[in-house]
């Protein structure tokens, strides 16, 4: 299987003139909206794994470049977003006994 490789952008869901959301969102769902409706890339398990990987992988290019243009506040942030993204999709896979 090969890795997808998005540009810096889109991991931290930069959008350009033209599109509908915020430059650089600030809430997980601007985020999701930025990835799924803007970007068109569905966030599946192995998309969010792939990700996950490269933005915690500090040594990377592209986890530095991102942190150079957005601070490493935004790359945790992101991580974040990721992360809940992977936890939605599990909760909706595998809903918890304790849930009505």
């Known amino acids: 299987m090969t890795t997808q490789r ?9 959008l350009g003139a033209g599109m509908n959301s915020p430059v650089i969102p600030q809430t997980f769902a601007q985020w999701r909206h930025c990835i799924e409706v803007e970007c068109r890339i569905p966030l599946e398990p192995v998309f969010i794994q792939q990700r996950l990987a490269q933005l915690r992988d500090l040594t ?11 601070g490493q506040a935004h790359l945790d942030r992101v991580t974040s977003w990721f992360e809940q993204a992977e936890g939605v999709l599990e ?7 304790n849930q009505p």
Do not use: A, K, N
């Open 91 to 97: 909760d909706s896979v595998h809903p918890s006994i």
């Open 6 to 14: 998005l540009p810096v952008t889109v991991l931290s869901g930069f």
């Open 60 to 70: 990377c290019q592209d986890t530095r470049r991102f942190s150079g243009l957005y």
